[in-house]
Nanobody, 126 residues
């Protein structure tokens, strides 16, 4: 069973930075895409960004474009989310996701994935 484990969440001040990691474990897994979603308090889960595991191409939500960067380390099977210029509205539980479908739904921002992490809390104070 593939598992995704996020880490790196915590408390940051507005304008600050945090880096989230998502480590995969379990049987050999070759995702088509991996990505990050978040769920602000009292709201629906929303797309943050995604990366093609093979090409490294990325896609971001407008709300984070230019502030957040997704990267991956294929050798370590680890996904990263570098967050800079944090805003209070970035406060949410952040989830990583992995999908093996060639339909590319995850890459396009649909919260559809084979695997999800347990989530990590990010809180940004003003």
């Amino acid at each position: 069973q593939v598992q995704l484990v996020e880490s790196g969440g915590g408390l940051a001040q507005a304008g600050g930075s945090l880096r989230l990691s998502c480590a995969t474990s379990g049987p050999t897994f070759r995702p088509y895409d991996m990505g990050w979603f978040r769920q602000p308090p009292g709201k629906e889960r929303e797309f943050v960004g995604a990366i093609s595991w093979s090409t490294g191409n990325t896609n971001y939500a407008d709300s984070v474009q230019g502030r957040f960067t997704i990267s991956r380390d294929n050798a370590k099977n680890t996904l990263y989310l570098q967050m800079t210029g944090l805003k209070p509205e970035d406060t949410a539980v952040y989830y990583c996701a992995a999908d093996s479908s060639a339909a590319r739904s995850l890459y396009l921002g649909v919260p559809s994935a084979d695997y999800w992490g347990q989530g990590t809390q990010v809180t940004v104070s003003s």
